[in-house]
């Protein structure tokens, strides 16, 4: 179960911090990741990461990186996303996702993940 909590409306340029609890333990080689969608669009892959012996990966998309950190605290089994320099275009709804391909990948921006919170809502004006 993955829990998603931190939206809210934001003023254009401001930060918001969303987290993501999960029953499941984050230290795990599948893919954990952060996607938004708005209405009328498709799913949007923003960050992902996986965390193995070596240690995790980071894949941010294009259109977020530089602004968004994604981070976990396995030790709270917990998932963030740092959002600064927010634009009206970041507003979304914004989901939690797990059990992703394995390391992630060059694919892990595609929405097969086996598990998916709710989605918490930011409203960027």
């Known amino acids: 179960q993955l829990v998603e909590s931190g939206g809210g409306s934001v003023q254009v340029g401001g930060s918001l911090r969303l987290s993501c609890a999960s029953s499941e333990p984050t230290f795990s080689r599948r893919c954990m990741g952060w996607f938004r969608q708005a209405p009328g669009k498709q799913r949007e892959g923003l960050a992902a990461?996986?965390?193995?012996?070596?240690?995790?990966?980071?894949y941010y998309a294009d259109s977020v990186a530089g602004r968004f950190t994604i981070s976990q605290d396995n030790a709270k089994n917990t998932l963030y996303l740092q959002m600064d320099s927010l634009k009206p275009e970041d507003t979304a709804m914004y989901y939690c996702a797990a059990g992703g391909p394995f390391n992630c990948g060059a694919n892990w921006y595609r929405p097969n993940y086996s598990y998916w919170g709710k989605g918490t809502q930011v409203t960027v004006s």
């Open positions: 990461t996986s965390f193995g012996t070596g240690g995790g990966r980071r």
